[in-house]
């Protein structure tokens, strides 16, 4: 067997038939295996997109009030969600807590909305304002 020293200061043993590679740490497989996901882009692209996605702490709304609200609330669920694992036990309570809480407010704009749909049908509203996006015919 033979013994190889890496650059991080580990070793690493070898069947003496064995070809010497470094040994990979698994960030660095982790990475790869990332990488791997954007085999259409070149590799520095890739890079490029994974570096963006890990730094971005800003969110993009579009569409109506209502659906950036939902939006809104969405993402904040999301990120109680990622803060429970490093959390302490009262503090994982709480987000848990907050997480149900904007889990119910999301669920309650989706009923309200579907009510709202709901009362156009009925009312045929929702009929016209069908009608008003086809084009006109040809007389």
């Not at 049908?121 to 008003?132: C, L, M, N, T, V």
């Amino acid at each position: 067997m033979l013994t190889k020293t890496c650059s991080d200061g580990r070793f690493a043993s070898l069947p003496s038939g064995a070809r010497r590679c470094p040994v990979v740490s698994n960030q660095h497989l982790r990475c790869r295996r990332l990488l791997a996901s954007f085999h259409t882009f070149s590799a520095a692209c890739a890079r490029r997109i994974l570096r963006l996605m890990a730094q971005q702490d800003t969110v993009t709304l579009s569409g109506t009030y209502e659906s950036r609200v939902a939006q809104l609330l969405r993402a904040a669920r999301h990120q109680a969600r990622l803060a429970q694992a490093g959390a302490r036990p009262r503090m994982q309570d709480a987000l848990t807590e907050l997480e149900d809480a904007l889990s119910d407010h999301l669920g309650a704009l989706e009923c309200a909305a579907d009510a709202d749909l709901a009362d156009a049908e009925e009312s045929g509203e929702a009929e016209r304002i069908r009608q008003g996006w086809r084009p006109l015919r040809a007389a």
